[in-house]
T-cell receptor, first 117, second 111 residues
């Protein structure tokens, strides 16, 4: 059973298109995250949602819009794709957003490699 | 703003050697410090998590230490094997459960 799953695994698309990446977790966690790993392999947080509410929104273009239909899903929709959006996107989840001994370990999905041509 | 730096950026060692990967972070107000492994083209695997109140964690041939006051963590790998070849990421957890990733150390263990 996959704890955090992402679809698709690979996504190749043309500039200007709109695409979505889906993320689902079956761990019963309250908090989900999206990270971007750029061409230099540097990982950086984009968003986090706790129980369907936005908690963290880093400086991300508003072409990126996370959507959380329920606490088990956090989808990432990207409008008007640009070449610089090419990256690997990771979804993660944690039991809670608070700090503390057992609440905050994050579990990562396998990643989605997005290539914009 | 938290910044996490890892040294060295790349490391190549012969099989069987013990090695140390270094990590430094600028903001000591962290909840925990994690070490992840990333294999080429693959996802992230959590290796060790050290809570802010702890000094070290061990798992098999891996030992990670944490010194919050100096803003440092080390990952010690004993008796390295070719299967240990990967990129190792140091990650600091701050408020809001926000992870700040280090720059990574790319390790190659040669036969």
């Amino acid at each position: 059973d996959t704890a955090v799953s992402q679809t698709p695994k690979y996504l190749v698309t043309q500039m200007g298109n709109d695409k979505s990446i889906k993320c689902e977790q079956n761990l019963g966690h309250d908090t989900m995250y999206w990270y971007k790993q750029d061409s230099k392999k540097f990982l950086k947080i984009m968003f986090s949602y706790n129980n369907k509410e936005l908690i963290i929104n880093e400086t991300v273009p508003n072409r990126f819009s996370p959507k959380s239909p329920d606490k088990a899903h956090l989808n990432l929709h990207i409008n008007s794709l640009e070449l610089g959006d090419s990256a690997v996107y990771f979804c993660a989840s944690s039991q809670d957003v608070r700090g503390g001994a057992s609440y905050n370990e994050q579990f990562f999905g396998p990643g989605t490699r997005l290539t914009v041509l | 703003k938290q910044e996490v730096t890892q040294i060295p950026a790349a490391l190549s060692v012969p099989e069987g050697e013990n090695l140390v990967l270094n990590c430094s972070f600028t903001d000591s107000a962290i909840y925990n410090l994690q070490w992840f492994r990333q294999d080429p083209g693959k996802g992230l695997t959590s290796l060790l998590l050290i809570q802010s109140s702890q000094r070290e964690q061990t798992s098999g041939r891996l030992n990670a230490s944490l010194d919050k006051s100096s803003g440092r963590s080390t990952l010690y790998i004993a008796a390295s094997q070719p299967g240990d070849s990967a990129t190792y990421l140091c990650v600091a957890t701050g408020g809001g459960n926000k992870l700040t990733f280090g720059t990574g150390t790319q390790l190659k263990v040669e036969l």
